[in-house]
C-alpha cells in the first residue's frame, strides 16, 4: 500500500499526462479482453459447429456404406428365394450329408444335361468378390450341424457333431440381433483365426415350401474397412460408433468400446444437443435403413477444448501484443505532448524569471501550437509595454532633470534678463531689448512643469521663437503663422513644433539668400489636428529622406545624436507614444526647393487622454 502511494504521488498526481495514460491503457485492456472473449466465443462455436457438421457428415458416410452392405446381403437372399433352382439347391444342401448333395448335383446334372447347373456358391463367392469389405460367408445346417466357410481364397466344409450346446447357444444369441462382433476369444461356428476387429450379420435360411428353419447364413465384415471408407470421403471429426439393436459397439473409430454393449443411454429427441456421457458432448444419431444399426457421431467438449486451445493461446498472444503496441503508441503520442507541455512550463517560468526574451518555437497546428503562438504574442506585447514604460519613465526623468536645472534660482534668471533687456532700452538698443523679451517669455514657458499646453501656447512659443530668428537675420527671414480659432483651446504635448522649427533653422536656412521663408499652420481635420510646418530651404537629397521615411516607419534603427533630423525622429517618438501608431510625422523635401513636415495629433481636450 505504501509503495502504491508512493507511485501515485511521484507519478501520478501532478502529471497529467501519465494519468491519461494509465486511463487509456486501462479501458484498452479492458476493451482487448472483451473484444477477445466476444471473438474467442464466436470461434468456439464455429469450430463447434464445424466439428459437429463433420461428425454428421462422417455419420452420413458411414450409414450410407452400412446401408450398402445391408442391401447388398438382402440382394443374396432375394436371389436365391427368387430363383427356386438356387433355393432348392440351397435347402437340400443343408438338409442331407454333403455327400450326398454332391451326388443329388451328379444326378440332376445327369438328368438335365445341363452343362451348367446354378448353385448357390458361385453366387456367394461372386458377392465376396463384389462387396470388398466382406470378408467370408458360412452357411450353418441346424439338422446336420455342420458349416460351409466360403472366402476369397478357399472353401471349407466343419462338422463339429460334439458342440451342438454351443451352437445352440451363439444361434440363440444371433437370433436376437442379427448384426454382432466376431470377437477372437469366442470360439464361434465361423471363427478361422480372423482379426477380432470384425462384425457379422446373420440371417435364418428357412424352407420356401414348408418354411421351416434349415440354417443360418453369416457375413463376416473387416471392420478396418469402415476406417478406410470414412478417410476417403470424409474428414472424420469427433468419435463414430456403430450399434446394434443390444447396444453393442460393431465399430468403435478410437477403438476401445469394440465388441462391448454402450453404457449410456442414447435417445433421438436429444440428437445435436449437450448430453452427459464420460463429458458433455454433442450427439448426431442415425438409423441405417431396417438394418437394425445405428450410427452414432459424438464430439466431446474436451476435444472441442482441445481444438480452440491453439486458438485460445493465439488470442491471448495476439491480445497482449495489440494491448502492449496500443500502450507504446500511446504512450508515445502522450509523451510527445507532455514534451511540449513541459517546454510550455520552462518557458514561463523563464518568463517568471525576467527573461523576456523566451519564445516557443512548436510545429504544428494544434491547441499547444496556438497557445504557444499566444505565448509568444504576449511576450512581444509584454516587451514592448516594458520597453515602451521604460523609454517613457527614462524620458520623464530626463525632463525632470533639465526642468530642474532650469529652475536653479529662475527669479535670479528672469531678474538679471529684465535688467538687461532695460539697459538696452535705454541706450537705445531696442531691437537688442526685443530679444532679451523674447528669450526671456521662451525661458519662462520651458521652465513651466506643465508638459500638456493648449494649442494657441504651443504656437505663440513658437511665434517667439521665429522673432529671435528673424530679429537676429535682419530682414532675410519671412515668417508665417496661422491657425484655425476652433482649434486654439484643444490641447497638445508642449515642444512639438519648436523642434522642426530647428531644424530648418540649423540646416535649411540659407544665410547668403534674402528670400528665406517658413510658415507654420494649425488646421482641423475630422477628428484630427493638423500642423504643417513648410519652409523653402535648402531641402534634403533623396536618400537621406529615405534614411528618415523608414527610421518613422521602424524598419531602420533610431540614429545617433549627430544624425541631422534627430529632432524630428523624437517629435515622433514622443506623438506615437502618448496618442499611438495612428498618428505622428511625415516629411515631404526636394533638395533646393524646401521640406515639408507634416503633423498629425487627435482633438483633445485638455485633462482628455486617448
Not at 441405417?288 to 459424438?298: C, E, F, R
Not at 488470442?315 to 502522450?334: D, E, G, N, P, R
Not at 505565448?375 to 509584454?382: I, P, Y
Amino acid at each position: 500500500m505504501f509503495r502504491l502511494r508512493q507511485f501515485y504521488l511521484n507519478h501520478l498526481k501532478r502529471k497529467m499526462f501519465n494519468k491519461i495514460v494509465v486511463l487509456y491503457s486501462a479501458v484498452m485492456i479492458v476493451l482487448f479482453a472483451i473484444a477477445a472473449t466476444l471473438v474467442y466465443q464466436y470461434q468456439t462455436q464455429r469450430i463447434l459447429r464445424e466439428q459437429t457438421d463433420a461428425n454428421l457428415k462422417s455419420a452420413h458416410v458411414l450409414n450410407i456404406y452400412l446401408s450398402l452392405q445391408y442391401e447388398g446381403i438382402q440382394n443374396i437372399f432375394q436371389q436365391i428365394y427368387g430363383d427356386a433352382s438356387l433355393s432348392d439347391d440351397l435347402i437340400y444342401f443343408l438338409n442331407h450329408e454333403y455327400e450326398s448333395y454332391l451326388k443329388y448335383r451328379l444326378d440332376l446334372y445327369a438328368k438335365t444335361g445341363e452343362q451348367r447347373l446354378r448353385s448357390f456358391n458361385p453366387l456367394l463367392k461372386n458377392y465376396l468378390e463384389q462387396e470388398s469389405s466382406a470378408k467370408s460367408v458360412s452357411i450353418y445346417s441346424y439338422p446336420n450341424n455342420f458349416y460351409m466357410h466360403i472366402s476369397r481364397t478357399n472353401q471349407q466344409l466343419n462338422n463339429d457333431s460334439g458342440s451342438k450346446n454351443k451352437w445352440e447357444t451363439w444361434f440363440a444369441r444371433r437370433e436376437q440381433d442379427s448384426w454382432d462382433t466376431m470377437p477372437q476369444n469366442e470360439a464361434s461356428p465361423s471363427s478361422d483365426g480372423s482379426s477380432p476387429r470384425s462384425y457379422s450379420y446373420s440371417r435364418e435360411i428357412k424352407d420356401p415350401w414348408t418354411l421351416e428353419r434349415v440354417g443360418m447364413m453369416n457375413v463376416e465384415f473387416d471392420a478396418r474397412q469402415i476406417s478406410s471408407w470414412l478417410e476417403s470421403r470424409a474428414s472424420v471429426k469427433g468419435r463414430i460408433l456403430v450399434l446394434n439393436a443390444q447396444q453393442t459397439v460393431i465399430y468403435d473409430s478410437e477403438d476401445v468400446l469394440y465388441g462391448q454393449t454402450y453404457p449410456y443411454q442414447l435417445e433421438h429427441e436429444k440428437a445435436g444437443d449437450w448430453v452427459q456421457l464420460d463429458e458433455p458432448s454433442k450427439v448426431n444419431i442415425l438409423n441405417v435403413g431396417n438394418a437394425g444399426l445405428s450410427v452414432v457421431g459424438i464430439v466431446s467438449q474436451s476435444m472441442i477444448k482441445e481444438s480452440t486451445k491453439s486458438l485460445r493461446t493465439g488470442m491471448i498472444l495476439v491480445t497482449l501484443v495489440f494491448m502492449v503496441t496500443s500502450f507504446a503508441i500511446t504512450f508515445t503520442i502522450v509523451r510527445k505532448f507532455s514534451k511540449k507541455v513541459q517546454r510550455i512550463i520552462r518557458s514561463m517560468n523563464r518568463i517568471g524569471e525576467g527573461d523576456l526574451s523566451t519564445r516557443i518555437q512548436m510545429s504544428g497546428e494544434d491547441e499547444l501550437q496556438q497557445i504557444s503562438r499566444r505565448f509568444n504574442d504576449m511576450g512581444d506585447r509584454l516587451e514592448q509595454y516594458i520597453d515602451k514604460m521604460y523609454t517613457s519613465e527614462i524620458k520623464q526623468k530626463n525632463a525632470e532633470l533639465v526642468a530642474l536645472q532650469s529652475q536653479i534660482n529662475p527669479h535670479f534668471l528672469y531678474n538679471t534678463l529684465e535688467s538687461i533687456r532695460m539697459k538696452a532700452y535705454f541706450v537705445g538698443a531696442k531691437e537688442v531689448g526685443q530679444m532679451i523679451y523674447s528669450l526671456s517669455v521662451m525661458f519662462k514657458s520651458m521652465v513651466k512643469k506643465s508638459t500638456i499646453v493648449t494649442i494657441e501656447e504651443e504656437i505663440d512659443m513658437c511665434s517667439v521663437y521665429l522673432d529671435l530668428f528673424r530679429i537676429r537675420y535682419e530682414g532675410r527671414l519671412e515668417t508665417e503663422i496661422e491657425m484655425d480659432p476652433e482649434i486654439q483651446n484643444y490641447s497638445i504635448i508642449k515642444l512639438l513644433i519648436q523642434p522642426i522649427v530647428e531644424n530648418y533653422i540649423v540646416h535649411g536656412f540659407r544665410p547668403l539668400e534674402d528670400n528665406n521663408k517658413i510658415s507654420v499652420r494649425a488646421l482641423g481635420a475630422g477628428d484630427r489636428i493638423v500642423i504643417i510646418v513648410s519652409d523653402n530651404g535648402t531641402g534634403i537629397p533623396e536618400e537621406k529622406l529615405t534614411q528618415i521615411r523608414q527610421t518613422l516607419d521602424k524598419i531602420l534603427q533610431p540614429p545617433d545624436k549627430g544624425y541631422r533630423s534627430i529632432g524630428l525622429i523624437n517629435v515622433h517618438e514622443r506623438i506615437v507614444m502618448n496618442y499611438g501608431n495612428d498618428y505622428g510625422v511625415s516629411i515631404n523635401s526636394t533638395e533646393g526647393a524646401g521640406t515639408e513636415v507634416r503633423m498629425e495629433i487627435p482633438m483633445l481636450r485638455k485633462g482628455e487622454t486617448t
